[in-house]
């Protein structure tokens, strides 16, 4: 018998990737897959590729129509309050749409013993050779600032951080257990884009960050909102949420150093400027005084 592992994946206009995904997802070996695709209300169409793929491949997963973008953790939390009706469930794999996923990764991750709050891998850049996007992450908890472990760094030949030295995992694909979340309850909705894993991680008590060594996944980072990667800078969208959801943390965890973090934003917008970087400091200007997302950002989104 094969050990089952609950999935969630949150699209959002990914018709143009999702199939590299889940046909990757159909090839996992050695575990029991039980698949919630949770679609923000995309505009194109997504749903519609996913329920022909699905019917022509007879590849079984349940697709759950949101009717608005309710955001990365909103859609999560959609998928998990579903699965976690399953009794033999004792872990949520969270999974990117913009991923891909060797066949041996979900069994790895079905198979690491308990307990952990959250439990993570390498995740990678797709691209040859592989160049690792992050191993894990740690926040500075005077700016908010977050940093991927050992990005950039070689996916073949780098060890992996010791666990100790994590403070969240990278939301792009993680596993939280059963035991954390009746712990911690559903993913933080307030932030929409960022930081949702890394309040989540703040909440685990004496549960654990653990690493599977064995597990890798492959991301094309940012083809839904353009987040930065090692060769370029951000967009507007990934710009205003990452600073917001910067100072969001800022002001529930650390609200004295709240100052420090508004001034790490402005020295981020003199480093886009001399980068000759200019689209996102509008958005990143919003976001540090408070203001809505502009209009543009409003139009990709949901108003």
């Given at each position: 018998m094969t050990t089952p592992l609950g999935c969630i994946v949150v699209t959002y206009n990914s018709a143009a990737y999702i199939l590299d995904c889940l046909q990757s997802l159909s090839q996992a070996k050695a575990v029991d897959l039980r698949i919630v695709l949770v679609d923000n209300a995309s505009r194109d169409a997504t749903v519609q590729v996913v329920r022909n793929w699905a019917a022509q491949t007879k590849f079984e997963i349940s697709v759950i129509q949101a009717s608005k973008n309710l955001g990365f953790a909103g859609g999560v939390n959609l998928g998990l309050s579903c699965?976690?009706?399953?009794?033999?469930?004792?872990?949520?794999?969270?999974?990117?749409?913009?991923?891909?996923?060797?066949?041996?990764?979900p069994a790895a991750l079905a198979l690491t013993p308990l307990p952990f709050a959250l439990l993570g891998h390498r995740i990678a850049y797709q691209g040859q050779p592989p160049q690792i996007q992050i191993d894990g992450g740690r926040i500075n908890r005077w700016t908010g600032a977050t940093?991927?472990?050992?990005i950039g760094k070689d996916a073949v030949t780098t060890p992996h951080p010791d666990q100790s030295d994590l403070d969240f995992i990278s939301g792009a694909s993680m596993v939280a257990s059963r035991s954390f979340i009746e712990q911690a309850g559903l993913m933080p909705e307030q932030y929409f884009l960022y930081y949702e894993e890394v309040d989540w991680a703040q909440r685990r008590g004496a549960l654990p960050l653990v690493i599977c060594k064995d597990a890798v996944v492959y991301h094309s980072a940012g083809a839904s909102i353009g987040?930065?990667?090692?060769?370029?800078?951000?967009s507007p969208i990934s710009a205003y949420f990452k600073h917001r959801g910067r100072l969001m943390f800022m002001a529930r965890h650390h609200p004295l150093r709240v100052p420090i973090a508004y001034l790490f934003g402005w020295g981020k917008i003199m480093q886009h400027?001399?980068?000759?970087?200019?689209?996102?400091?509008?958005?990143?200007?919003?976001?540090?005084?408070?203001?809505?997302?502009?209009?543009?950002?409003?139009?990709?989104l949901d108003p």
């Amino acid at each position: 018998m094969t050990t089952p592992l609950g999935c969630i994946v949150v699209t959002y206009n990914s018709a143009a990737y999702i199939l590299d995904c889940l046909q990757s997802l159909s090839q996992a070996k050695a575990v029991d897959l039980r698949i919630v695709l949770v679609d923000n209300a995309s505009r194109d169409a997504t749903v519609q590729v996913v329920r022909n793929w699905a019917a022509q491949t007879k590849f079984e997963i349940s697709v759950i129509q949101a009717s608005k973008n309710l955001g990365f953790a909103g859609g999560v939390n959609l998928g998990l309050s579903c699965l976690l009706d399953d009794p033999q469930l004792d872990r949520f794999w969270i999974l990117n749409p913009d991923c891909t996923v060797p066949s041996h990764t979900p069994a790895a991750l079905a198979l690491t013993p308990l307990p952990f709050a959250l439990l993570g891998h390498r995740i990678a850049y797709q691209g040859q050779p592989p160049q690792i996007q992050i191993d894990g992450g740690r926040i500075n908890r005077w700016t908010g600032a977050t940093q991927n472990i050992n990005i950039g760094k070689d996916a073949v030949t780098t060890p992996h951080p010791d666990q100790s030295d994590l403070d969240f995992i990278s939301g792009a694909s993680m596993v939280a257990s059963r035991s954390f979340i009746e712990q911690a309850g559903l993913m933080p909705e307030q932030y929409f884009l960022y930081y949702e894993e890394v309040d989540w991680a703040q909440r685990r008590g004496a549960l654990p960050l653990v690493i599977c060594k064995d597990a890798v996944v492959y991301h094309s980072a940012g083809a839904s909102i353009g987040s930065p990667t090692l060769s370029r800078g951000p967009s507007p969208i990934s710009a205003y949420f990452k600073h917001r959801g910067r100072l969001m943390f800022m002001a529930r965890h650390h609200p004295l150093r709240v100052p420090i973090a508004y001034l790490f934003g402005w020295g981020k917008i003199m480093q886009h400027a001399l980068r000759r970087q200019f689209t996102p400091i509008p958005a990143i200007v919003r976001a540090l005084h408070g203001r809505p997302a502009g209009r543009k950002i409003r139009s990709v989104l949901d108003p």
